[in-house]
């Protein structure tokens, strides 16, 4: 199985060696890696081009945000399986990938496990964990997800239902997985953590945007036919409070 793993960059000269690395370390051999940088104007595209001659396939042009920059990775693709890890992030372990395989049969569409959060100026300190744990597909009306960037699935779905939506800011990752599990898809958790994350994306950058993603996470149920504000207001929110006091979300 053919694995296409998308990284998607802007001025992330700081962070992004921790990304390719994580993938180029990978024991699984059938990786098909693509960087798409939206122009940065650091040295990010420098760092990239240390590693040019494992790297499959570069993008590096201005793009209309990440969900834009995303799309051009996925129609850039050529495997079996499609997953992103962005610039922040980093595979939790050389087996990651073996691992998210290993989750594939023929009844599977797409794989998903754990994350854990660590501090953005230090990878190695631990911060909270995002468990999949208790995900199931009806749980979508409540605006709960699954880590998104722990998501991985077979490359026909985009084909057969579509890509990001580029009128999102922070939540279009949310209505795709929204309109995948309404289109059928079927899936299966891995009960490993995938990835590490950096805090400080935009999406946790503040209470506003907290709000402003939420807003989005109710647009993309009602695209979808989904009914989610008032279950919003009475599960999700009060569950996300104390999530995030007992540090695991």
Known sequence: MKVSIITVCYNSESTIRDTIESVLNQTYENIEYIVVDGGSSDSTLSVIKEYGESIDVLISEKDNGIYDAMNKGIKASTGDVVGIINSDDYLASKDSISEIVGGFDSNTDSVYGDLIYVKQFDKEA????YSSKNF??????????????????RRYLFDDLGFYKTNFRVAADFELLARFFK???RSKRIDKVLVKMREGGISSSGLLWRIHQNVEIARACRMNGIFTVTPMLFVKLPFKL????SKNI
């Not at 631990?126 to 964990?129: A, G, H, I, N, T």
């Not at 199931?136 to 699935?153: E, L, N, Q, V």
């Open 242 to 245: 104390f999530s995030y006091f």
């Open 126 to 129: 631990f911060s909270r964990k």
């Open 183 to 185: 289109g059928g898809m």
């Open 136 to 153: 199931s597909a009806w749980k979508i009306r409540f605006g709960f997800m699954i880590p998104h960037p722990t998501f991985y699935c």
